[in-house]
């Protein structure tokens, strides 16, 4: 079946330029959480969406960053006055946490690059 | 404070070695552990995980073990193949809410 899917793959956006990330998760998943990698390091938690749950958003690291749900589906990441340190990968994940066993699936990624 | 700390940064093993990555957390609360393989521009993949009420669990190649009182963990690959020369990352979790992440361990598998 499908898999977690993300667009765009690659963004190049000029400082100050507000960008728009969207995740498709995989249908039926709960749960979705967006990661941001920065070149060559580890995965930070941004935000998580759980069900009708209020959102964890304890990882933004600003408030130019938001994210929404919508319908419990699709997810847009909006990063607001960008800057060059907002440059890094941007990670969707989804997984089902059905007796908290199942697995988060990873989309591919967007590659942002704030010039 | 970082949450998860990884080592080594990169490794370098011969196929058909031992590949050993490892990983101490400071939350006694994490109650998932998983690891992680990335391919160059791909996203993660779960590799395997271990809750803590378990010292060891072992699929195929690949073994978690998991010392509760140290609070550590690591991965060990056996028999490495260069198709495992990949990125690995290990996490811990708390009823799957945040994830927190090492900081990658770049494997290099030599043939």
């Known amino acids: 079946g499908a898999g977690v899917s993300q667009s765009p793959s690659n963004k190049v956006t000029e400082k100050g330029k507000d960008v728009e990330l969207r995740c498709d998760p995989i249908?039926?998943?709960?749960?979705l959480y967006w990661y941001r990698q920065s070149l060559g390091q580890g995965l930070e938690f941004l935000i998580y969406?759980?069900?009708?749950?209020?959102?964890?958003k304890s990882g933004l690291p600003s408030d130019r960053f938001s994210a929404e749900r919508t319908g419990g589906s699709v997810s847009t990441l909006t990063i607001q006055r960008t800057q060059q340190e907002d440059s890094a990968v941007y990670l969707c994940a989804s997984s089902l946490v059905r007796d908290r066993t199942d697995t988060q699936y990873f989309g591919p990624g967007t590659r942002l690059t704030v010039l | 404070q970082q949450q998860v700390k990884q080592s080594p940064q990169s490794l370098i093993v011969q196929k058909g070695g031992i590949s050993i990555i490892n990983c101490a957390y400071e939350?006694?609360?994490?109650?998932?552990f998983p690891w992680y393989q990335q391919f160059p521009g791909k996203g993660p993949a779960l590799l395997i995980a271990?809750?803590?009420?378990?010292s060891e669990k072992k699929e195929g190649r690949f073994t978690i073990s998991f010392n509760k009182s140290a609070k550590q963990f690591s991965l060990h690959i056996m028999d490495s193949q260069p198709g495992d020369s990949a990125t690995y990352f290990c996490a811990a979790s708390r009823n799957f809410n945040k994830f927190y992440f090492g900081s990658g361990t770049k494997l290099n598998v030599k043939p």
């Open positions: 939350n006694t609360a994490f109650d998932y």
């Open positions: 271990i809750r803590p009420d378990v």
């Open positions: 969406f759980q069900g009708n749950s209020a959102p964890d």
């Open positions: 249908s039926g998943h709960t749960a």
